[in-house]
């Protein structure tokens, strides 16, 4: 699966990634304690919808599109949509942040915003994209050298989205090893994978996420057509390390919503401890 990230902003993947995000941040910033937020994949981090790859696709008008006059949108939404409508005053939806530009807005003066892509081009965009802003670094390496070239961080807590394009095979079984060296590095990082839902097929993945050693694991997933459909992305999911506290009572309350508005043949929800404490 070629997961280059302009040809799918918006999509319904994204959309469901970057709300649970908006909300690992809502609820970190509860304390004053600064934290960190680390990308290992951040690609360029604002992406054009009328643009030559995400026009090609389309995938936004199932997704972004969907929740972009919606009537009933839940109060759990409100810092991911006014980060959108701030970056389109106009009211016309054509820019989309990626995680990278959501964590730069919604993280606080006292937070820092550890950015890695690895692509040359697309990192180059990234940097262009991010600067002028202090907090922010962007690092042009390896996505799965991350966590121990940048973890333990001074603030003592932090959030790292492992994000891969999941070009290769064995990306799934390295989302795991990933999150295994964070928890070993930095035990108390809030580290959620985000990973694709083709089919059913998914069994040895969640085998080795629950041998992470991490203290506690939140598998969140959405479903936008059943698992048996061929040659489509069903849904996608996030397995989340040390989720803070209240995040499962907002996710029980905004699944049901998102899968309802986000369904195409068959919307649909999970959410379980692959590791409960």
């Known amino acids: 699966m070629n997961y280059r990230h302009a040809f799918h902003a918006g999509n319904h993947a994204d959309v469901f990634k970057h709300l649970v995000l908006t909300r690992l941040i809502a609820l970190m910033s509860r304390k004053e304690q600064p934290f960190a937020y680390l990308d290992t994949h951040a690609g360029i981090g604002l992406y054009d919808l009328k643009g030559d790859q995400a026009s090609r696709t389309g995938e936004y008008l199932e997704g972004i599109a969907r929740l972009w006059n919606a009537p009933d949108l839940p109060l ?126 998914m069994t040895r993945f969640y085998q080795d996420l629950t041998s992470t050693g991490a203290p506690k694991l939140l598998r969140v997933e959405l479903l936008v057509h059943p698992l048996e459909t061929p040659q489509s992305l069903n849904g996608s999911g996030l397995a989340i390390a040390n989720p803070p506290w209240g995040l499962e009572e907002e996710l029980r309350e905004l699944l049901p919503w998102l899968a309802q508005k986000l369904g195409q043949t068959q919307g649909g929800w999970r959410m379980d401890w692959l590791i409960s404490e």
Not at 80 to 91: R, T
Not at 109 to 124: F, M
Request: proline share 8%; charged share 30%.
């Open 76 to 201: 759990l939404t409100a810092d991911y949509m006014q980060a959108l409508h701030e970056m389109n005053p106009d009211g016309e939806l054509r820019y989309y942040p990626g995680s990278p530009e959501l964590a730069r807005r919604l993280t606080r003066a006292q937070d820092r915003v550890l950015l890695n892509e690895k692509h040359p081009e697309d990192g180059r965009l990234l940097k262009d994209n991010m600067k002028g802003d202090r907090r922010v670094a962007v690092h042009l390496g390896e996505g799965w050298h991350v966590p121990r070239a940048l973890l333990p961080v001074p603030e003592k807590r932090a959030v790292m989205l492992i994000d891969p394009p999941f070009e290769q095979l064995d990306e799934l079984k390295r989302c795991s090893l990933a999150l295994k060296e964070a928890i070993g590095r930095m035990r108390q990082t809030v580290a959620a994978i985000w990973y694709p839902i083709k089919d059913q097929r």
